[in-house]
């Protein structure tokens, strides 16, 4: 079994008093064919393209007062120990998820691209005990325009579907007006355990030279009414990979519903926190990425009365908290609500799954007090927020000294995207997190810089003149995407009921910015303030009244 290194993040902490002495439990994750050893920020990726086994493995147990019952699982933030047996062995405790245990839950608990699986305990002793590992699927990095399935052959059904990744075209086909076909480039690269042995392309063989991994260049016709462009890989054992490109008509569907109401903002970012002891680490970008956001908005149609900016000094835990409580209130339910979060993300030192959002004061002995955790973030938004159609961005999961007292890798990502019920419209995007020590100054303005140009129009992949809560996510993933060289990957939690409403319309007489093509990753020039430069797309949207 083939495992190429990524992303997989794990961090082992036990917390206890200097006279709590004795042996410390040691956590190890172990997946079908892989086993994930301890340590601090392990980075790897595991070949599994979806996970129904799991078992927790508690090292040296036997000689700790560790028991079952106090040992605690969260899988994508959500309490999962139910779903997990217990067992002993010779290397000690070990809790075990398996096919059937998991038929229990009821809602979807692994997702198809990252997962995060979360261990705490806590002995007669006090002592406490956590672990976290961040695992990614090795097709995590997806075109989220795309459409990707894989079957297994009956002769290898225990085996890994190809890789295959789909480089041109990098976004949906938009059929132009007026034509009964349109040449498509389709650039492609695959690889496989077993050899690479046959290909399709729009349903028809191509001619490769079979081997683990290949390259593939044609030239396709597409006549008008198609829906999609199929590329397919086969490998030595007749394992499958498939890959879908839509085709899209401008104006050819119905006219999406509009908003009848308007639109408010709270955008908050923190580049600067306190001089008090324990206060995070500075983001130096944040705040100048959040008044760009904030203008782009006002240049998006929001009212300037509409948006509430807090920086640095005014992004107080106090003022956050009064400003998701009485400005979030202020939009009605037929308004469209938007909140944008650019901090550092933090687990509490003393309680690590315990997770929060940092503020401009925020220290480490007083997070409860200086900090928001995200389960107060939840409970303040659904006691003030009414509007049907909100669209969250955060962007706070960032490497933490281990001066400030968690050397581990943050999960923060994770808790915003399980926060919001469906049913309540909600979606979600979260700016995800690079593997290793990145360049911050390069990925700290990319997210920000691809939701303005989503809501400045470059979104609309379809050209209907409206950006979609579906499309700005799908923009916003790709694009950072593309200009990280796939090292930092967005995910999003779009609200089926709300995805495809509008979020804003572009003015009439202006074309929408065609999608940009991805760009080599390369050191970022500092353009104003130091923040790494960024072409927006000039258009003239506003909102949907």
């Not at 601090?40 to 990726?45: L, M, R, T, Y």
């Not at 006691?383 to 999961?397: G, I, M, P, Q």
């Amino acid at each position: 079994m083939r495992i190429r290194t990524l992303s997989l993040a794990v961090a082992v902490f036990a917390i206890a008093s200097p006279s709590q002495t004795g042996p410390v439990p040691f956590f190890e994750l172990l997946l079908p064919g892989v086993v994930i050893a301890g340590g601090s920020n392990v980075v790897a990726d595991i070949p599994i393209p979806q996970i129904n086994q799991v078992t927790i493995q508690v090292m040296g147990s036997a000689d700790t007062n560790l028991t079952y019952g106090d040992l605690r699982v969260r899988i994508n933030g959500k309490g999962a120990r139910n779903i997990f047996d217990s067992g002993s062995n010779a290397r000690g405790k070990f809790l075990r998820m398996t096919p059937e245990t998991l038929k229990m839950r009821r809602d979807q608990l692994f997702d198809r691209l990252e997962n995060t699986v979360e261990v705490y305990g806590k002995d007669r002793r006090g002592r406490e005990y956590y672990q976290n590992w961040i695992l990614r699927s090795s097709s995590g990095n997806g075109n989220p325009y795309f459409t990707y399935a894989s079957s297994m052959s009956p002769l290898d059904e225990q085996g890994i579907p190809p890789d295959l990744e789909v480089q041109l075209p990098n976004a949906p086909v938009v059929f132009p007006s007026g034509k009964a076909s349109v040449a498509v480039a389709i650039k492609s690269v695959a690889s496989a355990a077993n050899g690479i042995t046959a290909a399709t392309v729009d349903g028809k063989s191509v001619a490769i030279a079979a081997g683990r991994e290949i390259s593939l260049t044609e030239q396709v016709v597409v006549a008008r009414g198609a829906k999609s462009i199929v590329v397919e890989v086969t490998d030595g054992k007749g394992n499958k990979r498939s890959t879908s490109v839509p085709v899209i008509y401008p104006g050819a569907g119905v006219p999406p519903p509009r908003i009848g109401g308007d639109a408010w903002a709270i955008v908050i970012g923190t580049s600067r926190y306190s001089a008090k002891k324990g206060a995070p680490p500075a983001l130096p970008l944040a705040a100048y990425d959040t008044k760009a956001l904030a203008a782009a908005l006002a240049q998006s149609g929001f009212k300037t009365s509409n948006i509430l900016v807090l920086l640095d000094e005014d992004a107080t835990a106090q003022k956050i908290r009064t400003a998701l409580g009485d400005f979030a209130a202020r939009a009605k339910p037929e308004d469209l609500f938007l909140l944008y979060w650019c901090t550092q993300g933090l687990h509490d030192p003393a309680s690590p799954d315990k997770v929060y959002l940092s503020a401009h004061d925020t220290q480490a002995q007083q997070l409860a007090d200086t900090a928001v955790e995200t389960s107060e973030l939840q409970l303040l938004l659904d006691r003030a927020v009414r509007s049907r159609h909100t669209l969250l961005f955060f962007d706070a999961e960032h490497p933490l000294g281990i001066d400030w007292g968690f050397q581990g890798r943050p999960i923060v990502n994770t808790h915003l995207l399980n926060l919001f019920d469906d049913q309540l419209g909600r979606s979600v995007i979260v700016a995800g997190t690079s593997p290793g020590e990145a360049d911050d100054r390069r990925t700290r303005s990319e997210f920000s810089a691809a939701i303005t140009e989503g809501l400045a129009g470059a979104a609309d992949v379809d050209q209907n003149r409206v950006v979609t809560p579906r499309e700005i996510a799908n923009y916003v993933s790709q694009r950072v995407r593309q200009t990280s060289g796939g090292s930092q990957l967005p995910r999003a939690l779009v609200s089926k009921k709300e995805e495809e409403m509008p979020v804003l319309t572009l003015a009439p007489g202006t074309e929408p910015p065609p999608a940009p093509a991805p760009k080599a990753v390369a050191p970022a020039k500092a353009g104003p303030a130091g923040r790494a430069g960024a072409s927006v797309p000039q258009s003239s949207p506003k909102t949907v009244k």
